[in-house]
């Protein structure tokens, strides 16, 4: 690692001015992805601010009969929280599919959507990557890109999102809230959070600098049969080569949201529309204008084959 100094927030807003202040800051919380990339000195943040204290760590019921879920909730306490395996089990499945049981009790709600790319080009410095080093190229176009995605992509990056977590969040319909270095927060729904690469793929979400994460809040829950499915190349630790999120509503209709396929997680409204059409109806829809390579062809049919056991699973649940 380089060397570095180190604060801890005695507040949001104050994080949010450390890191306006300290050119190259970045906030640290659990860790579980920024010390990784600090050891590769991909990311080589100056100033690391320890969010930590600021005791955004609750889980607490809106007004509007949704939840609010303080920033730095751990994965597994989230995961475990009873107003979430009740009434927003996708959330709970998505997070228990994801990482290992000593990370999740580590990382937390805001880092889980902060999470960088496993694009296998993005880790090896030694290899041209736009995400890491903006108009050096992207080695996965014409590399080993079986992992890699389908849809959302562009001539400068074809890296995925990592996050299962934000796969769940974006087919509830999360909004992310977030405090500026001047004080002032806002609220972001998750739909636009997560940016597609562009000719920017090094600018992953729409935060602006020093600007930190204090919520995530979701609506109220929208009941029906909820079911997360991860396709992966082992039964755990590994990253979702397809995952869907879904609600099966008791009218027959559904909604869907899609990771290991998109930079972000993939939801197309088009495709809940034709949901009582059947999987293949779906999967046309949510899988137009998909762009693929020899290596991750198959991600096409996989992600017909999960649509698929996502319906008979439905079915079984009746």
């Given at each position: 690692m380089r060397p570095f100094t180190y604060e801890r927030a005695a507040s949001p807003a104050a994080a949010a001015r450390a890191a306006a202040a300290h050119q190259g800051a970045r906030f640290i919380a659990g860790g579980t992805n920024l010390l990784d990339l600090m050891k590769l000195q991909i990311e080589t943040p100056a100033h690391l601010i320890d969010v930590n204290p600021l005791g955004l760590d609750q889980v607490e019921e809106t007004a509007q009969g949704g939840l609010r879920i303080g920033a730095l909730v751990r994965n597994t306490d989230l995961a475990a929280h009873k107003r979430v395996r009740r009434d927003y089990p996708v959330l709970s499945r998505a997070l228990l599919a994801g990482a290992s049981a000593q990370l999740r009790n580590k990382a937390t709600t805001a880092g889980n959507l902060l999470q960088r790319t496993r694009c296998p080009y993005f880790y090896d410095t030694s290899k041209p990557c736009n995400k890491r080093r903006p108009?050096?190229?992207?080695?996965?176009?014409?590399?080993?890109n079986r992992n890699l995605a389908i849809l959302g992509t562009s001539e400068a990056c074809i890296a995925t999102h990592p996050s299962d977590m934000a796969v769940a969040m974006r087919l509830l319909d999360a909004v992310v809230e977030t405090v500026a270095p001047d004080g002032s927060a806002r609220a972001i729904p998750i739909a636009n959070f997560h940016r597609l690469p562009g000719d920017t793929p090094h600018i992953e979400t729409a935060l602006v600098p020093g600007e930190l994460i204090t919520a995530v809040t979701l609506p109220r829950p929208l009941g029906g049969t909820q079911i997360y499915r991860k396709v992966r190349d082992r039964a755990s630790y590994a990253f979702a080569l397809v995952s869907v999120a879904a609600i099966f509503g008791k009218d027959g209709g559904a909604r869907f949201a899609f990771g290991g396929l998109a930079p972000r997680p993939?939801?197309?409204?088009?495709?809940?529309?034709?949901?009582?059409?059947?999987?293949?109806?779906?999967?046309?829809?949510a899988l137009a204008g998909a762009t693929t390579t020899p290596l991750n062809g198959f991600k096409t049919d996989l992600t017909r084959?999960?649509?698929?056991?996502?319906?008979?699973?439905?079915e079984a649940r009746k």
């Amino acid at each position: 690692m380089r060397p570095f100094t180190y604060e801890r927030a005695a507040s949001p807003a104050a994080a949010a001015r450390a890191a306006a202040a300290h050119q190259g800051a970045r906030f640290i919380a659990g860790g579980t992805n920024l010390l990784d990339l600090m050891k590769l000195q991909i990311e080589t943040p100056a100033h690391l601010i320890d969010v930590n204290p600021l005791g955004l760590d609750q889980v607490e019921e809106t007004a509007q009969g949704g939840l609010r879920i303080g920033a730095l909730v751990r994965n597994t306490d989230l995961a475990a929280h009873k107003r979430v395996r009740r009434d927003y089990p996708v959330l709970s499945r998505a997070l228990l599919a994801g990482a290992s049981a000593q990370l999740r009790n580590k990382a937390t709600t805001a880092g889980n959507l902060l999470q960088r790319t496993r694009c296998p080009y993005f880790y090896d410095t030694s290899k041209p990557c736009n995400k890491r080093r903006p108009g050096s190229g992207c080695a996965a176009i014409k590399g080993f890109n079986r992992n890699l995605a389908i849809l959302g992509t562009s001539e400068a990056c074809i890296a995925t999102h990592p996050s299962d977590m934000a796969v769940a969040m974006r087919l509830l319909d999360a909004v992310v809230e977030t405090v500026a270095p001047d004080g002032s927060a806002r609220a972001i729904p998750i739909a636009n959070f997560h940016r597609l690469p562009g000719d920017t793929p090094h600018i992953e979400t729409a935060l602006v600098p020093g600007e930190l994460i204090t919520a995530v809040t979701l609506p109220r829950p929208l009941g029906g049969t909820q079911i997360y499915r991860k396709v992966r190349d082992r039964a755990s630790y590994a990253f979702a080569l397809v995952s869907v999120a879904a609600i099966f509503g008791k009218d027959g209709g559904a909604r869907f949201a899609f990771g290991g396929l998109a930079p972000r997680p993939w939801r197309i409204d088009a495709a809940d529309a034709v949901a009582r059409n059947g999987p293949d109806a779906v999967a046309d829809i949510a899988l137009a204008g998909a762009t693929t390579t020899p290596l991750n062809g198959f991600k096409t049919d996989l992600t017909r084959r999960t649509l698929a056991a996502l319906y008979a699973e439905r079915e079984a649940r009746k």
